[in-house]
């Protein structure tokens, strides 16, 4: 009972902050994102009766290069084996379980390593419990696991649904990922983890006195970006896209406790955007709950985009994404 998924992150365009339902991590609005074809986590399961008890192993590229032991945290670890515990009761088994776990990018730096994190770990368990599940049924389950999780597992252009019950919940592709030609080239400026995780800082979002406008605003802001997409209106796209980021950390800003996520290096990327679309390079920024900067910019032009970033000192690494496919079984195993 051993399978192995390897699952994309995502990068909303439309971002989904603050829940109706902290257990059924059920959003306060829908969101639009877009499949990553270069942020990846693989992970496998195994469910057996030769194991005492639930193991948890994050491979970063410390534990990897034999730096230091295991870097999963108690409370990471504590996250996966209530999911499987979720999954075990599906498929109705009571076996402990075996997990392996390798990103190919920071984790805890505003690269949605949760998403990617917890849809790898749905479709690999699910499978590893012998349920086969279609699209759908995993994007619920995956949600539960981690809210934008549930994004990750179609691919292409993906909608969030704003359901008010955990089946009505769930993402969908609206546009395959050979829609467009866009990228998403992300920014490395810092390596270091966030001090206050996503999920935390969700729960007190609706403290800010902004949180009532944004939600009056969402259902026409996300008619409005998948007009845009189908139209691959990239202007449109990109001014949208950086005005939302711009938001979302207004409330985070202003919530309370406040969230300060950036850095030098971020705000340094941020500022420089709008000097590049002077200069006649058309790209716009956004970013998610960390440090670490998404940059939006037309195929024909990374090459552009790379060597501009290679200039700025606090660029560590540079990962360049397409639109991709979404999350999926490999036969290579982990363990």
Request: include cysteine; aromatic fraction near 6%; hydrophobic fraction near 40%.
């Amino acid at each position: 009972m051993k399978a192995t998924a390897i699952a994309p992150s995502n990068i909303a365009f439309v971002k989904y902050w603050g829940k109706k339902d902290e257990i059924l991590r059920l959003p306060l609005h829908g969101s639009i994102s877009m499949t990553l074809s270069n942020l990846l986590t693989t992970t496998t399961v195994e469910f057996s009766s030769d194991f005492k008890k639930d193991q948890v192993t994050l491979l970063t590229s410390e534990v990897r290069a034999g730096l230091r032991q295991d870097h999963t945290s108690e409370v990471s670890a504590d996250r996966v084996i209530k999911h499987l515990d979720r999954i075990k009761k599906m498929a109705n088994i009571n076996l402990k379980a075996k997990v392996v776990s390798n990103n190919n990018f920071p984790i805890g730096t505003g690269l949605s390593s949760s998403a990617s994190g917890f849809a790898a770990l749905t479709l690999a368990a699910t499978k590893a419990a012998g349920l086969n599940l279609s699209e759908r049924e995993l994007s619920i389950v995956a949600r539960q696991g981690a809210g934008s999780a549930c994004r990750s597992i179609p691919g292409g252009f993906v909608e969030w649904l704003d359901g008010n019950t955990s089946e009505s919940s769930y993402a969908k592709q609206i546009f395959p990922p050979n829609h467009w030609k866009i990228a998403d080239v992300v920014a490395i400026v810092s390596e270091g983890k966030k001090e206050v995780p996503t999920s935390i800082g969700q729960k007190t979002a609706q403290t800010s006195p902004f949180m009532k406008l944004r939600l009056s605003r969402m259902k026409g802001k996300n008619r409005k970006v998948k007009e845009l997409i189908k139209n691959r209106d990239f202007k449109g796209l990109g001014e949208l896209t950086e005005q939302e980021a711009l938001e979302l950390h207004t409330i985070m800003l202003t919530q309370y406790p406040p969230l300060i996520y950036w850095t030098p290096g971020t705000l340094k990327i941020m500022k420089l955007t709008s000097h590049w679309r002077k200069e006649g390079l058309p790209v716009y920024f956004t970013i998610n709950t960390g440090q670490d900067i998404h940059l939006i910019v037309e195929q024909k032009n990374v090459s552009k985009l790379k060597s501009k970033l290679k200039q700025i000192k606090e660029v560590k690494n540079i990962i360049v994404n397409f639109p991709g496919e979404g999350t999926r079984l490999s036969k290579t195993h982990l363990f």
